[in-house]
């Protein structure tokens, strides 16, 4: 007879198979209008809309916004040439250009009509960021220097650090908050965040200059100077630089801190582009383009950017490619089993629906007296 603790055993196989991705696979969309020369991808939405600019078969600089396969060319009526430089949540772009008089200004396009941008006595101005609010962030010359504005419903507001020399605004958030870069009493090239009236100087220590670049909701700001891209967060600076390389630049930064931004390994090398995300860095640079770079980051990590490739420049898209496993049944009970004996067979069927490659790393027993 066999002893008490060699009765029956109850097993329950659970499979366990976890995704890997030895680097980071991405699906690259090439932007470039039919019969343009040349396109550069510079924002893009939760939507996953991009807007850019770029040089018809003419030789015209037109901006533009892609969506789903489709592009639209952006030129208000009666201008020479424009680029579209910002979009937001529900489609509305931010750009600049110039109108029939040569005149530099800014423009908002709701998808139906324009709206021209120029503060009150200024000789030019570029429109660069707008906000799900519609608020624009922007820069131009108000006949004395370079200074930054914000554009709210048919208000403007100047932005100069007080003592600095010039300003320009690039970025803000759904908060309202700016930041750019300008020079200050002493021509050294710093980075600001504006806040409802209030100035933070941006440069990390030891620094000769910084410009500070994008913005998140969250207030974590990202930019570059003195040869190596940063964020600030809470008041504190951390270098975003690949391991190896000898240059960075932080250009965007998204609600979950997924940063980009461009790069070169060797001074001598072209610009790649990279995704920082986890304390990881992954190079953004589609198949067989001499150079890349990254510039935009939603918050579903998709990327816009742009590069060069043996036609010349194009915008890009970079879509992060995931495995996403299905197992039916997600678990098999072998109902009692006595001890030395065998049970009969079950089968698990392991399916990958996502966009790439799956590894299974374990296939892992689990359950009361599973190692028996």
């Known amino acids: 007879m066999a002893p008490p603790r060699a009765a029956l055993v109850s097993l329950i196989l659970f499979l366990l198979a976890l995704p890997h991705i030895s680097e980071a696979q991405y699906e690259y969309t090439e932007l470039l209008p039919d019969d343009w020369i040349s396109a550069e991808a510079q924002a893009i939405n939760n939507d996953g809309i991009v807007a850019g600019w770029g040089m018809d078969e003419d030789g015209n600089i037109r901006g533009f916004s892609y ?103 690039v970025a803000i958030n759904e908060s309202g908050v700016v930041v750019g870069w300008g020079n200050d009493a002493d021509e050294t090239e710093k980075g600001f965040i504006y806040d409802n009236g209030s100035y933070t100087t941006i440069i990390p220590p030891g620094w000769s200059f910084a410009e500070a670049l994008a913005i998140n909701d969250d207030g974590d700001v990202v930019g570059w100077g003195s040869g190596e891209g940063f964020l600030y967060s809470d008041g504190s600076y951390t270098e975003i630089m690949p391991d190896g390389w000898t240059w960075s630049e932080a250009h965007g930064i998204n609600s979950n801190g997924d940063i980009v931004g461009l790069g070169r390994k060797d001074a001598e090398d072209n610009d790649i582009g990279f995704l920082y995300s986890d304390g990881t860095f992954t190079e953004i640079s589609p198949a067989d383009w001499s150079e890349a770079r990254a510039f935009s980051i939603n918050d579903d990590g998709v990327i816009a950017g742009s590069g060069t490739d043996a036609i010349g420049d194009k915008g890009f898209i970079a879509t992060l490619q995931e495995p996403n496993i299905s197992i039916n049944p997600l678990s098999v009970n072998f109902g009692s089993v006595p001890i030395g004996e065998i049970s009969t067979s079950e089968t698990l069927t392991v399916s990958n629906t996502g966009t790439t490659g799956l590894v299974i790393n374990s296939v892992t027993l689990g359950g009361a007296n599973s190692g028996i």
């Open 67 to 169: 969506s789903g396969g489709t592009f639209t060319t952006l030129l208000p009526s009666g201008w020479e040439w424009a680029k579209a430089q910002g979009i937001n949540d529900s489609g509305d772009i931010a750009g600049s250009g110039e109108n029939g008089s040569s005149v530099l200004k800014g423009f908002i396009f709701d998808g139906s009509a324009y709206t021209e941008l120029l503060p009150s006595g200024w000789d030019s101005a570029e429109a660069v960021d707008i906000n799900d609010s519609d608020v624009v962030a922007g820069w131009g010359n108000d006949g004395d220097s370079i200074k930054g504005f914000i554009y709210d419903s048919g208000t403007y507001t100047t932005i100069i650090p007080t003592g600095w020399t010039s300003a320009q605004a």
